[in-house]
């Protein structure tokens, strides 16, 4: 008899477990949280420069404002303009990022 209870234990235990968080008066409360990431207004236009040496950039948008870099291997540079960043590889164009506004 005291083996069959033994191993009646855990199915006890976890049926007074189930009994008690049911009767618990603590309740969890969640709540949704919208965080408006990448929401930024679709004035500001990119030019398209992946690809583009850095010597073209400047032909087509001027200096930058300031120049971040170069950093990692490979090297990565990040120039930033009024409304949007460019980031080079080495001498060439891979993204240009719009600024996040907020």
Same mark, same amino acid.
């Given at each position: 008899?005291?083996?069959?209870?033994?191993?009646?234990?855990?199915?006890?235990?976890?049926?007074?477990?189930?009994?008690?968080?049911?009767?618990?008066?603590?309740?969890?409360?969640?709540?949704?949280?919208? #965080?408006?990431?990448?929401?930024?207004?679709?004035?500001? +236009?990119? %030019?398209?420069?992946?690809?583009?040496? /850095? @010597?073209?950039?400047?032909?087509?948008?001027?200096?930058?404002?300031?120049?971040?870099?170069? #950093?990692?291997?490979?090297?990565?540079?990040?120039?930033? +303009?009024? %409304?949007?960043?460019?980031?080079?590889? /080495? @001498?060439?164009?891979?993204?240009?990022?719009?600024?996040?506004?907020?």
């Amino acid at each position: 008899m005291l083996s069959r209870l033994r191993k009646q234990i855990p199915a006890l235990a976890g049926a007074a477990c189930l009994a008690l968080s049911a009767t618990a008066t603590t309740s969890i409360h969640a709540e949704t949280l919208e #965080v408006p990431v990448g929401s930024q207004s679709s004035d500001t +236009y990119v %030019e398209q420069l992946r690809g583009l040496k /850095k @010597d073209e950039v400047t032909a087509r948008l001027g200096e930058p404002l300031g120049i971040q870099g170069p #950093v990692g291997e490979p090297a990565i540079t990040r120039w930033e +303009y009024p %409304e949007f960043y460019v980031y080079f590889e /080495k @001498d060439v164009a891979l993204h240009t990022v719009k600024k996040h506004r907020g």
